[in-house]
């Protein structure tokens, strides 16, 4: 008896040749197709050299690492600050920095859906302030924790609910994507994982040390004593003396800092990937005190 399968060589109905036109269009297809990727992986390349040799921070805590801009960083170190001024925990840090990067990816938009604007995308129209009131990060936070401390049992409750309420989000499950990112963002800014964060950064403009001082006071309630290019700054603990460290290096790129000293640790502003981590400067120093040393 026959085979019904075709012979190697014949013709059967699956093996014949496709019309002309459908060829070509095959071919367009595939040629699509493989363009595409190419524009993919050529712009994860421009994505991976972005990370490994421009402007870059690393956030480390609990075995986790996550990468962020120093636009990112220091708008996250406005927002943990405010926290810390209100003497909220860090959960409450954690919360508001998850919901900023699901609304703005950590950057103050001038724009967004209807009339949302800055970090956290507030709606005038909704109570959430003026325009220009919104788009000042620190009274942005501000509105945020108002409303957050309103939400029973945020401290314990999923991230993603907790901040659902605050923003009535169309996409109410998002917020949980970012949760591992905020969390590290907040144990570093908030001094519970010291030296865990690091920002490799090119040169710095010269830094005004009057500036400086009235930042550190107004978003963190510390009080610095100019001297030769450099502040100092006296805190009460060690964990508070992070809080400071970790803000500097967090706000270095826009305040022209380029050393930190606390503890026997210093980092240094440089644009190698050895200042994205703090290294050890063998100095018994106090651990309450922190230097912040400025571009001149």
Same mark, same amino acid.
């Given at each position: 008896?026959g085979?019904?399968?075709p012979?190697?060589?014949?013709?059967?109905?699956?093996?014949?040749?496709?019309?002309?036109?459908?060829?070509?269009?095959?071919?367009?297809?595939?040629? $699509?197709?493989v363009?595409?990727?190419?524009v993919?992986l050529?712009?994860?390349?421009?994505?991976?050299?972005r990370?490994?040799?421009?402007?870059t921070?690393?956030? #480390?805590?609990?075995?986790?690492?996550?990468a962020?801009?120093?636009?990112?960083?220091?708008h996250?170190?406005?927002?943990t600050a405010?926290?810390?001024? #209100?003497?909220?925990?860090?959960?409450a840090?954690?919360?508001?920095?998850?919901?900023?990067l +699901?609304e703005?990816?950590l950057?103050?938009?001038?724009y967004?859906?209807?009339?949302?604007?800055?970090?956290? +995308?507030?709606?005038?129209?909704?109570?959430?302030?003026?325009?220009?009131q919104?788009?000042?990060?620190?009274?942005?936070?501000?509105?945020?924790?108002?409303?957050l401390?309103?939400?029973d049992?945020?401290?314990?409750r999923?991230i993603?609910?907790?901040?659902?309420?605050? +923003?009535?989000s169309?996409?109410?499950?998002?917020?949980a994507?970012?949760e591992?990112?905020?969390?590290?963002?907040a $144990?570093t800014?908030?001094?519970?994982?010291?030296?865990?964060?690091?920002?490799?950064?090119g040169?710095?403009?010269?830094?005004?040390?009057?500036?400086?001082?009235?930042?550190l006071?107004?978003?963190?309630?510390?009080?610095?004593?100019?001297?030769?290019?450099?502040?100092?700054?006296h805190?009460s603990?060690?964990?508070?003396?992070? +809080?400071?460290?970790s803000?500097?290096?967090?706000?270095?790129?826009?305040y022209g800092?380029?050393a930190?000293?606390?503890?026997?640790?210093?980092?240094? #502003?440089a644009?190698?990937?050895?200042?994205?981590?703090?290294?050890?400067t063998?100095?018994?120093?106090d651990?309450?005190?922190?230097?912040l040393?400025?571009?001149?």
């Open positions: 008896m085979s019904s399968r012979v190697a060589g014949g013709t059967s109905r699956a093996a014949r040749p496709l019309p002309v036109g459908r060829y070509r269009l095959r071919r367009l297809l595939i040629g $699509s197709a363009a595409a990727l190419l993919a050529a712009g994860l390349g421009l994505f991976t050299v990370w490994a040799s421009g402007p921070c690393q956030a #480390r805590a609990g075995g986790s690492t996550f962020f801009t120093p636009e990112q960083t220091g996250a170190a406005t927002i405010e926290a810390i001024r #209100r003497g909220l925990p860090a959960r840090a954690t919360i508001a920095l998850a919901t900023a +699901q703005s990816g950057r103050n938009l001038d967004g859906d209807r009339d949302s604007v800055g970090l956290f +995308q507030q709606r005038p129209s909704q109570g959430w302030g003026s325009v220009p919104i788009m000042d990060p620190t009274y942005a936070a501000g509105a945020f924790y108002d409303a401390v309103k939400v049992d945020y401290e314990s999923p993603t609910e907790v901040a659902q309420e605050v +923003q009535r169309a996409f109410p499950t998002a917020y994507d970012h591992g990112e905020g969390r590290v963002l $144990s800014l908030t001094g519970h994982s010291p030296a865990g964060l690091g920002c490799r950064l040169r710095a403009a010269a830094a005004d040390p009057a500036q400086v001082s009235a930042v006071g107004a978003q963190l309630g510390v009080s610095a004593t100019a001297s030769r290019g450099a502040l100092t700054v805190t603990s060690a964990t508070r003396a992070w +809080q400071v460290a803000w500097a290096v967090a706000q270095a790129e826009r800092i380029v930190v000293d606390v503890a026997d640790k210093r980092w240094e #502003r644009a190698a990937g050895a200042s994205l981590v703090w290294q050890d063998q100095e018994s120093a651990g309450t005190t922190v230097t040393h400025l571009a001149p």
